[in-house]
């Protein structure tokens, strides 16, 4: 065994939004065969027992508004483990290719002649069914909008003025310290009074929730002390279970 040569390979693996049992069969497979498991903080620890004994797990998240690890970082953890130990795992929250960074680490890791994988996850804004939330519904929400409470440079995305145009139902990301300038954003549009939901830890035991108007959201937030990691969900199909 100590002659087999290594295979530099990446997987970039999506954990699902919470629940471990919501992982793919495809990714659970993955898990089994992992020489170096690289995990994120919206990971499910309970995840980690899946992989083989030999295996090396490296905690690598990114605690929101907190400390993390720079991803440089998790770049050359993947360079190095991937050459030096073989099938490297990448294993975010989520889904990678949604509001996170899986594809920068693949392109990286492509650059440096690593064969690379992509396994999608159950996205968070999926769990919203476990409130009775359905992102679609006939004759309320034809369509969804996706948007990220906080880009890059720390500032809502200017596309939600767009999507508050629309009948679309609308799933914030990485929003909880945007709720009273997307709540502003809507009354200053004449929405403020969209039926609007907060799920917290969606899809695991201590999932917490709160409905209402969006013009509340900062004090739904604080009523049930909700903060993150949480979705914001925005249309009438917030409103559905409770008619």
Not at 67 to 76: G, N, R, S, V, W
């Amino acid at each position: 065994m100590e002659n087999t040569p290594i295979i530099p390979e990446l997987f970039v693996l999506g954990a699902g939004p919470g629940d471990p049992e919501l992982i793919t069969v495809k990714g659970y497979k993955v898990l089994q065969q992992a020489d170096v498991l690289l995990y994120d903080n919206l990971a499910n620890k309970e995840l980690l027992s899946i992989a083989p004994g030999h295996c090396e797990k490296i905690y690598v998240g990114k605690q929101p508004y907190g400390e993390y690890t720079p991803q440089e970082q998790i770049h050359e953890m993947i360079k190095h483990f991937a050459f030096t130990k073989g099938k490297v795992v990448r294993l975010k929250g989520g889904d990678p290719f949604i509001f996170g960074r899986g594809f920068e680490e693949i392109m990286y890791a492509r650059e440096q002649g690593i064969k690379t994988h992509f396994i999608p996850g159950i996205t968070s804004m999926q769990a919203s069914g476990f409130e009775d939330i359905p992102l679609t519904h006939r004759s309320i929400s034809e369509s969804v909008w996706m948007v990220t409470g906080t880009k890059k440079d720390g500032r809502l995305s200017a596309d939600l003025k767009l999507a508050i145009q629309s009948n679309a139902t609308v799933v914030i990301y990485m929003g909880m310290k945007k709720l009273y300038e997307i709540a502003q954003t809507y009354i200053e549009a004449g929405y403020g009074n969209i039926p609007a939901a907060i799920i917290q830890h969606a899809s695991l035991p201590n999932q917490k929730s709160v409905r209402g108007f969006v013009k509340d959201l900062p004090q739904l937030a604080e009523s049930k002390q909700l903060t993150y990691p949480a979705i914001i969900i925005i249309g009438e199909v917030t409103n559905l279970a409770i008619k």
